[in-house]
């Protein structure tokens, strides 16, 4: 889906982002992402906030040392893994059992526990949505329609449909799959680097959604 239109954007993203914003979620309009605008991001094909997710992991652990941020945050946004399954599954598992690094914190030196999320304070977190993020892929830009960001991590992709349109929930998985790049994988239509990191998709269409895990 490209830019949409101010009646679009008031039919089909706005309800969704009005229901977020009640949820506790710090709305930003994608256009506010652009490389040029605020330094969030150098270039187009970056999908993780950087300085977002740098700024929550040293909230959460105020202990780290200037090398393990550096460490945490190389191993989150170039992880080694060949496929995108592969690369989903490592991060979910450094969600869930967190990221080991050695540190001295007055006992000797020794394996430390960095969490990307606080779990047990939720308001440690920062929950931000925003529509129309633009991003770069192999072949083609992608542009979802909401994206859900904690502490910079993409985690949740909402694509809302027109409901007036034929078949508005299967266009919005269609649209989905092609933004995995799980379509037509050989065309390389969308941006598999996105989904490395998410947890949840999302199609909806006014007030009905569907979930895709």
């Given at each position: 889906?490209?830019?949409?239109?101010?009646?679009?954007?008031?039919?089909?993203?706005?309800?969704?982002?009005?229901?977020?914003?009640?949820?506790?979620?710090?709305?930003?309009?994608?256009?506010?992402?652009?490389?040029?605008?605020?330094?969030?991001?150098?270039?187009?094909?970056?999908?993780?906030?950087?300085?977002?997710?740098?700024?929550?992991?040293?909230?959460?652990?105020?202990?780290?040392?200037?090398?393990?941020?550096?460490?945490?945050?190389?191993?989150?946004?170039?992880?080694?893994?060949?496929?995108?399954?592969?690369?989903?599954?490592?991060?979910?598992?450094?969600?869930?059992?967190?990221?080991?690094?050695?540190?001295?914190?007055?006992?000797?030196?020794?394996?430390?526990?960095?969490?990307?999320?606080?779990?047990?304070?939720?308001?440690?977190?920062?929950?931000?949505?925003?529509?129309?993020?633009?991003?770069?892929?192999?072949?083609?830009?992608?542009?979802?329609?909401?994206?859900?960001?904690?502490?910079?991590?993409?985690?949740?992709?909402?694509?809302?449909?027109?409901?007036?349109?034929?078949?508005?929930?299967?266009?919005?998985?269609?649209?989905?799959?092609?933004?995995?790049?799980?379509?037509?994988?050989?065309?390389?239509?969308?941006?598999?680097?996105?989904?490395?990191?998410?947890?949840?998709?999302v199609s909806t269409h006014r007030d009905k959604a569907c979930l895709l895990y």
């Open positions: 889906m490209g830019i949409v239109t101010s009646d679009e954007y008031d039919k089909v993203e706005l309800p969704a982002i009005e229901q977020l914003q009640k949820l506790g979620w710090i709305y930003i309009n994608g256009l506010q992402f652009t490389p040029a605008t605020n330094g969030e991001r150098e270039y187009f094909r970056e999908v993780v906030l950087e300085k977002r997710l740098a700024t929550a992991i040293q909230r959460i652990n105020p202990w780290i040392s200037d090398e393990n941020l550096r460490k945490v945050m190389r191993d989150v946004t170039h992880p080694l893994t060949a496929t995108l399954m592969e690369a989903n599954q490592n991060f979910w598992q450094t969600l869930v059992n967190y990221q080991s690094v050695e540190q001295d914190l007055g006992k000797g030196r020794k394996g430390q526990t960095v969490k990307l999320i606080d779990f047990d304070n939720i308001a440690n977190n920062e929950f931000l949505c925003v529509n129309q993020f633009k991003i770069e892929g192999v072949n083609e830009n992608i542009i979802p329609d909401i994206l859900l960001f904690v502490n910079g991590l993409p985690l949740a992709i909402i694509e809302a449909k027109s409901p007036y349109i034929t078949n508005p929930m299967e266009s919005g998985i269609n649209q989905l799959r092609r933004y995995a790049n799980r379509r037509t994988p050989l065309e390389d239509e969308g941006c598999e680097k996105l989904f490395w990191y998410n947890q949840l998709m």
